[in-house]
């Protein structure tokens, strides 16, 4: 159970509390500050304990809503789209198979321009059964319109959240976005987050209103009509137009969240680490960070110029930022968490979108190795990291290395 405690030193104008809690417990006291109306539930690891901490806040009063236990996967989810079209702000989320159970609503909830936020515990898909984590849950929807993003903290986690229902909410998106965070690695550890007060939150984020898209007896609109070939090429469209003004309007949402909390994220779509005077560069999404940032600092002392790039949002791709970024360095790593079987050079996924970056934005295109690590919950480690690097600084001084390696393979 998370305990909130006012700091010591209180400042002038501070609103904020900490509490030391979970990942998984910061995405719950978030749904809470945005007053979300319908949550739904299934149990299922290690999304769960999402569900488990918002139970507790609804059963001591804490938070006021629709509190519904559905009977699987794919009715949780299509409760929550019914309700957001009939105007209630909504959560739910899944893990691994209990994602992919939910498929079909997953995949009409863009078109239907349902702004629902959900969490993906990111879970290895079976079979084998596996409860670590693997990012190809929340990616199996990344060509369908959904809004995707990683984060690697818990206080990210909260601050993303408030975030996200801001961005999806926006009349200029409309449309689904998926908050992954890495199962166990972030949903069941706990640290210190800053919470904000609902005042503040209440300055940030307006009320979910739908206009005239809302569904109601006074407001005779169709939903998921028929189209066929009447119009099925224009709605496409429709969803492709919130591709094209995602970029801008995320990065409105990030500069007034630091003007309203005080906490800066600097550039939306990725952070860097240590890549000022690098001359190679990591690149990954989700918790890896933490052994990556530490290998870096190893390898620093030793006089190796390595930094670290982190994703933060997936879809959108902010593809020319990513290429001006990565341009710069004399060879890139791409480490996934993932893995895309039959893909260009057998990569996975982002180094597959990487690449493609470079190809079309990038003025030099150094050369983009992909290392598959960490798959099932396997512990990226640092010296998995040195490994990658001196692979990467090979490829760097023009010695030819595969374009897809594995790493920390048994045997």
């Known amino acids: 159970m998370a305990t909130l405690t006012m700091p010591v030193e209180e400042k002038k104008k501070t609103y904020e509390q900490e509490a030391l809690i979970t990942g998984a417990e910061a995405i719950a006291i978030a749904c809470k500050l945005a007053n979300v109306d319908v949550v739904t539930a299934y149990p299922i690891r290690p999304y769960d304990t999402v569900m488990q901490y918002m139970s507790q806040l609804v059963a001591d009063g804490e938070m006021d809503c629709e509190f519904i236990v559905a009977e699987s996967e794919n009715s949780q989810f299509e409760i929550v789209k019914h309700a957001s079209v009939c105007g209630a702000r909504v959560f739910c989320g899944s893990s691994g198979i209990g994602w992919m159970y939910a498929m079909e609503v997953l995949t009409v909830t863009p078109a239907l321009r349902v702004p629902m936020v959900c969490l993906v515990g990111n879970r290895a898909l079976d079979d084998p059964g596996a409860f670590g984590v693997e990012h190809n849950d929340a990616l199996a929807v990344r060509d369908l319109g959904w809004l995707l993003n990683w984060v690697d903290t818990a206080q990210e986690a909260l601050d993303t959240a408030l975030i996200a229902y801001r961005v999806a909410e926006d009349r200029r998106i409309f449309v689904p976005l998926a908050i992954s965070c890495d199962g166990a690695f972030l949903t069941h550890s706990q640290a210190l987050v800053k919470v904000p007060a609902a005042e503040q939150v209440m300055q940030f984020l307006p009320k979910y ?135 260009p050079d057998l990569s996975g996924v982002v180094a597959t979108e990487v690449r493609s970056a470079m190809y079309t934005s990038a003025k030099t295109r150094p050369p983009v190795l992909d290392f598959i690590c960490g798959l099932g919950g396997r512990e990226v480690t640092v010296p998995d990291v040195g490994k990658m690097t001196d692979i990467v600084f090979q490829a760097a001084n023009g010695k030819a290395q595969p374009l897809t390696q594995w790493i920390g393979l048994r045997g």
């Open 209 to 343: 209103d739908r206009g005239d898209l809302l569904l109601h007896p006074d407001n005779v609109i169709s939903v998921a009509p028929q189209a066929n070939e009447d119009w099925v090429m224009e709605i496409r469209r429709q969803n492709y137009a919130v591709t094209e003004r995602a970029c801008d309007v995320i990065r409105e949402v990030y500069a007034d969240f630091e003007r309203i909390f005080g906490r800066k994220y600097g550039n939306p779509f990725f952070e860097e680490y240590m890549t000022e005077d690098a001359e190679i560069v990591l690149l990954g999404m989700g918790t890896l960070s933490t052994p990556v940032r530490v290998a870096i600092r190893k390898l620093r002392e030793q006089g190796k110029k390595v930094g670290f790039v982190r994703l933060r949002w997936f879809r959108p791709f902010a593809g020319a930022e990513i290429a001006k970024c990565l341009e710069r360095f004399r060879a890139i790593g791409v480490i996934d968490r993932d893995l895309s079987l039959g893909a």
